[in-house]
């Protein structure tokens, strides 16, 4: 494990080692290849990372639920300072298997389970996820922590299958077009996370990526399966959430440092995003 990373195991059953992992690094370029240990499900809670792996290039951030296959070889980057904080399900094969063959009976191989390699995480999924997190920290009741964790790592993989349709799919695009558009949505997403508080407008943004803001927003759409201001409200939402499960508790404050308006339109865009107002949320954690 790289000197500026930690990890922390949580919680233990059902064939899921639940670790709580947290990467202080500052810039970084594309590292050597690592193994992964295990098969694993990531979920971001904080920050952003580059991950690369046979040719494709992920930006991740808490949008997304990462899979990763045991013994196969991933390089990692750090595109901006600040490092990350995860989530990680370690998953034995046997679960892990299980796991996939529910959402799609044809795709798991025991050797490598996860064909998809990320997908969007599902509001259900980052609200287990929460929920988790605080049974584990209140050392809940063994049942209440494996009921969660079996919906979580359910809805986590469900999920991903569930986004991995959303994209728009076009008759005869070629593989070199695919490619392009995947790169240019990743760089979007790369810069969106520069200042989520602050985000470019679209022309900008398209200038930056050197396209026309039509483009920029068909791609992004097709590609990643969320409208950029789609993808900016609910990143934000879930930056919010974790500073609030860190502690924050002037919300007013909270909501003009993540770039909204005012107290109403960070309560107003909070609810929608998670069902409830971010003055529960708090209380809960």
């Known amino acids: 494990m790289p000197e500026h990373a930690s990890r922390r195991l949580l919680f233990e059953s059902l064939g899921i080692s639940v670790i709580d992992f947290r990467c202080h690094a500052c810039v970084e370029r594309l590292g050597t290849e690592e193994p992964n240990p295990t098969h694993s499900i990531v979920l971001v809670r904080r920050g952003v990372f580059g991950r690369s792996h046979e040719g494709r290039s992920l930006v991740a951030d808490p949008n997304h639920v990462l899979f990763f296959n045991a013994a196969e070889g991933y390089r990692y980057s750090h595109p901006v300072a600040g490092g990350d904080d995860c989530t990680i399900l370690a998953v034995e094969s046997a679960r892990a298997l299980e796991l996939v063959a529910r959402h799609a009976p044809r795709d798991p191989r025991p050797e490598s389970p996860f064909r998809l390699s990320h997908g969007l995480s599902s509001r259900r999924a980052a609200e287990l996820h929460w929920e988790l997190l605080q049974l584990a920290d209140r050392r809940a009741p063994r049942l209440a922590l494996e009921d969660v964790l079996a919906e979580l790592a359910d809805e986590a993989v469900g999920g991903a299958y569930r986004s991995a349709g959303e994209p728009i799919r076009r008759r005869g695009r070629s593989a070199a077009a695919g490619r392009r558009h995947r790169e240019l949505a990743e ?95 708090r209380a809960g954690q």
Do not use: M
């Not at 803001?213 to 934000?236: A, E, K, M």
């Not at 508790?249 to 440092?257: M, N, P, S, W």
């Open 187 to 281: 760089a979007a997403k790369l810069i969106l996370n520069e200042r989520p508080e602050a985000p470019p407008t679209l022309s900008d943004l398209a200038g930056r990526l050197g396209c026309s803001p039509f483009h920029l927003s068909r791609t992004f759409h097709g590609t990643v399966g969320l409208s950029l201001r789609r993808y900016v409200r609910r990143l934000r939402a879930r930056l919010a959430a974790e500073r609030l499960a860190a502690g924050a508790r002037d919300l007013t404050g909270l909501a003009l440092q993540l770039g909204y308006f005012d107290h109403s339109h960070f309560t107003r865009s909070f609810r929608n995003e998670w069902g409830i107002p971010p003055s529960r949320f």
